[in-house]
């Protein structure tokens, strides 16, 4: 069996009921996490159930489309790639594509479930919620296995929210980030719009394009390559499966 999942963004087709769309995807891939593609048409309203700190985390990654999310207290505008944490079942909130967009919006939704120690982590620290990051906003760090120019920006730092974490990678080929291994990160990448590079895990190479969700488990070697012509742009998502050690607070 393949080491690495795939989702491709072309074997997606969505249907729309009062123009929202969701689609499940990579169902099994990784016990503690679901995924699913939501797409929203110009003018479409999307409010996601809410969930306790005792009942799930979530996670929601914008790679396309403008607009805002809306709660009782604020607004949020979607211009670039940006993710947003909601404090879990506190307030309500709804994303709203805008009416006179001229693409969908298209959001890949992360709902994990909480172990001990996030829930730990959830009530003794973590960061601020809602959590709502733009990436031109992120900070950005470097892996001393990347291509010397390779953008590494920070979205959701990583022990500050409980297992989870994400960050982003941008560069132009030709350009690598090497192999590389994390002995107890899951990690998804979620293909931004232009990503065109190939990805090799353990033995496995796949080329993977804008729209693509790979999901591969901890302890597999990774890194990808990009030729001339193609683009790195994708978003990393990990879930540290047995949480990070030493203090929480
Ligand atoms: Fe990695």
Redesign the pocket.
């Known amino acids: 069996m393949a080491l690495v999942k795939i989702s491709r963004g072309t074997d997606i087709q969505h249907k729309y009921t009062d123009g929202v769309s969701r689609v499940s995807v990579l169902e099994g891939a990784y016990k503690d996490a679901t995924v699913e593609r939501v797409s929203l048409q110009p003018g479409a309203d999307f409010t996601p159930e809410t969930y306790t700190r005792e009942q799930h985390n979530q996670v929601f990654l914008v790679t396309a489309g403008k607009g805002y999310i809306v709660t009782p207290r604020r607004v949020f505008n979607i211009k670039e790639v940006s993710v947003f944490v909601p404090d879990f079942d506190k307030e309500t909130f709804t994303f709203h594509c805008a009416a006179d967009a001229k693409e969908t919006m298209e959001i890949v939704h992360f709902v994990t479930e909480l172990n001990d120690y996030d829930k730990t982590c959830l009530r003794e620290a973590h960061m601020s919620l809602p959590r709502f990051r733009g990436v031109s906003e992120a900070w950005h760090y470097k892996e001393d296995f990347t291509g010397a120019d390779i953008q590494q920006m920070m979205m959701l730092e990583h022990r500050n929210l409980g297992r989870l974490s994400m960050g982003a990678n941008f560069g132009t080929g030709p350009n690598y980030i090497g192999q ?1 291994i ?1 002995n107890e ?1 899951e ?1 998804w990448y979620i293909m931004l719009p232009g990503a065109s590079f190939t990805y090799t895990a353990e033995e496995e190479k796949i080329h993977v394009q804008g729209g693509d969700i790979t999901y591969t488990p901890h302890g597999s070697h ?1 890194g990808s390559e990009c030729a001339d012509g193609e683009k790195f742009a994708y978003v ?1 998502f990990e879930l540290c499966e047995n949480g990070y050690p030493g203090e929480i607070k």
Do not use: A
């Open positions: 590389h994390h990160l990690q990774h990393w």
